[in-house]
C-alpha cells in the first residue's frame, strides 16, 4: 500500500503486508508486483552518480534507483546503480533462477539487462 504524507506531497510511505519498505528514502507513488513475491518501487537515486541530474517530476532526478521487498522472506534491498549504469527508467524481471535489472523499458525489451541477480537471496544493500 502506498500512502502519501499530507504535509508533505513528495513523501510516498510503502507498507507491503504490514511491513514499512524503504523508510526515509523518497518513492514513486506506485510498484509492481515480480511474480507475486517481490514487490519493486523506483526510487530516488544517487546524488552522486555521474549522469545524474535534476528534472520535474519522477522523483525529481534523472538516474533512478529500485527498491526491492521480497514478501516471502519479509526483506528489502536497495538496488543503486553503479557509475556506469544509467537507470533512467529501470525495471525488474525475472528470468528462470535469476533476477534481472533493465536500466529502461526499452532495454527490458530488447533484453539487455545491467544486472543479473541470484533469485536467493538478493545481495545486501549498500550503505547509503
Known sequence: MHLQDPSDHSRT???VDGVRVADG????SSGYWVDGRYYVVQAEGPQDHPEQGHT???LGCTVLSLVVHDAELATTRILVPGATEAWTDPELGRDGDTLCVYPSRGARAAGRAD?????????PSPSR
Open 13 to 15: 510511505d510503502v507498507w
Open 25 to 28: 528514502i523518497t518513492l514513486d
Open 56 to 58: 520535474m517530476g519522477h
Open 115 to 123: 544486472r543479473v541477480l541470484p533469485l536467493e537471496p538478493l545481495p
